[in-house]
């Protein structure tokens, strides 16, 4: 498989790179910054140029061309403010939609963030920043975004991701509650999630837990087709 990946220096992206990488697949990591691109292809990818908040959809189509999959996990990191989480985390994974659309790619993983369903609706969930506030409209709205889209797409909430190394077992489900989880088994689950198609048109909520990865995907599936 070839598989470009959107936000290609981010911590859960470099993770995933070096999986699918590491088994054979072909990945193009998409990055705003060409400085970037040693550490990159350290974990095996391509790096190719690709700013978000600055191209279109067509230039980004252009790119991607080819690519069997996407995967969207940038992010306007947490020292951005409230324009940039609308450009970056909901404007970039539309982007990607457009360009995955235009280039015919029919995959779509969307990295999307524990909590979403706390402002659906306009909602303002007490106790929490408006930056933050901020950041969960923007994922909810790439999110919706996307599931209304004629592609073939897997939205997965990670709860708050920690630098620990991976567990390889996790807890996956539309309603898996809060909680933490390794950016690395993230990066399992994401390349599961590729390899299982009926994962398509799911969501779910992902943290720590204690069933091996490939077995909670599965579980899911079976769930979500119940
Ligand atoms: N932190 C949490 O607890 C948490 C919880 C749930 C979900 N998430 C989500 O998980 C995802 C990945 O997390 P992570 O820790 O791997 O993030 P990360 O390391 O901060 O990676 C995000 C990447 O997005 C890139 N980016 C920012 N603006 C961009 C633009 N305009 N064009 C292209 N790329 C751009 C950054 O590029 P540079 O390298 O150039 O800065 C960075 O490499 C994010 O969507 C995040 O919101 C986070």
Known sequence: MRIAIAGGHGKIALLTAGLLTRRGDEVLALTRNLEHAAEIEAAGATAVEADLETMDAAALAAVIQGSDAVIFAAGAGPNSGIPRKDAVDRGGAVLL???A???GIRRYLLVSSMGVESVRGGATPEGVGEVFVA??????????????RDLDWTVLRPGSLTDD????TVQLSPDAPRGAVP????AAVLVALLDEPRSAGTVLQLIGGPTPV?????????????
């Open 165 to 168: 190394p991976a567990a390889g």
């Open 97 to 99: 939609a457009d360009a």
């Open 214 to 226: 490939a077995e909670a995907v599965q579980a899911a599936v079976l769930a979500g087709s119940a």
């Open 135 to 148: 950041y969960l409209r923007a994922k909810l709205a790439a999110e919706d975004d996307l599931r209304a």
């Open 101 to 103: 659309s235009q280039a």
């Open 183 to 186: 950016r690395a088994d993230v």
